[in-house]
């Protein structure tokens, strides 16, 4: 039996959009999740761990995630660790039969995605997969547009999450920049968020006919501190190398006979932390950026030749914008909200006793499964085929 206290465990930089999430949805969810708390942050840094506990509420801060697992007043559990130890972290929650979240990427790579599946479809708790970019209020809009045909049948679509963290060489280096630790570079850590949102607006890619990788700045110093996220701090004067892209491009063919491009880059200069698309069907094109996050714009095929797009602003109509402190039309919408959307369906879900569908751990599978095919792409310089395992898995936590 256990409680239904909060826990984050990894107090970085997306640790502090958890607990954004949690606090500004606590009100919401205070009498329908018994015993709900804001109790626990967890890092092996006590200052950053103790920092995001005063800053959000949370009761205490520890350094022992295997600790805050065998705590029995814990029941639900944010994973923000780097990558390498989602698996082992994720695994060890379910097991411990927590309601568990866990940060994008699931795993370095399809297999181990699997196994985290594996315990996920065993277990009784809530679990998921973080995929905030899905809730932004413009591209659940978008999908549903799609889903109800608006588009007609799907022709292409073009997606590219381009951030410019990485493009100054004296950014420190971090567990990102290891192949070993983070897997794949900007492919997994940008793309898994492109690749997500490729499969949420234009459903399954079989398919990836081609891939190029590449690594623009080949090394870099450690840090002689504490660095979060992508911040910069002092340097020691030990390089170390880099060995996983700083961008990734790829050629997908979807399911439905849909093509795709993708690209992903973490040395975009000028680009900020930027998701952009576009799909086209043979009734329309919708695209989408989000340096106007409030806005997507539609061009419905009207024969003229010059069919013209008209710009759709955030609404109350849109999904999600109900849950916005000031939901009226033409209000921006915020990064951080977006993530309260996030932590609601996960609430929602352990709430309402159901499976959590709209980013579970078989989503985090699949875009594993994709991304592992786009790497392979790129290392083989041939095409290579997604080996779904996951599509004959049954659906119990899809
Ligand atoms: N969903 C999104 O949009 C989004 C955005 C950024 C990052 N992320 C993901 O979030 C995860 C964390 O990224 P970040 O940028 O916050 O990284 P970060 O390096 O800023 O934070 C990771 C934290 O984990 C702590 N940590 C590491 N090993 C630990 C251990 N064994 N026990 C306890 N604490 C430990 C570190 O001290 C650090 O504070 C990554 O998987 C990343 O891909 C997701």
Redesign the pocket.
Known sequence: MTGNAIAI?????????HAFGYRSNFGRFSERIAGLRLKTV????DL??SNLARTWGFEEAV???AGVLADPEVGIVS?????F??VE?TRAALAAGKHVIC???LALNAKDALSVYRDAERSKSVSAT????RRIPAIAAIRDLIAAGELGELVNVSIQYQSEYAADPNLPH???YERDR?GPGAL??LG??AIDTARFLCGEVCEVAGAIASISIKERFLPAG??????KVGLSEKRLAVDNDDVMSALLRFDSGCQGLFMASRVAVGMGNTLSLFVTGTKGTVRYTSQTPAHFEIARFDGSGQSPFSSVANNPSLPYTHLLPVPHDGVAIG?AEV?GF?IYDFLDAIASDKPMSNGSILDGLRAAEILDAIQEAADTGKSAIVNRASAQLASRVA
């Not at 465990?9 to 959009?17: K, T």
């Not at 504490?226 to 911040?231: A, D, E, L, V």
Request: some cysteine; aromatic content about 12%.
């Open positions: 465990i990894g107090a970085g930089m997306i640790g502090a959009a967890c890092d092996g840094n950053l761990a350094a022992d995630w994973i923000c660790l780097p990558n130890l989602h972290v940060e994008k990427p973080v995929f905030n970019y971090s567990w990102r983070a997994l850590d898994t968020h504490t660095s979060i996220g992508h911040n990064y993530f996030m």
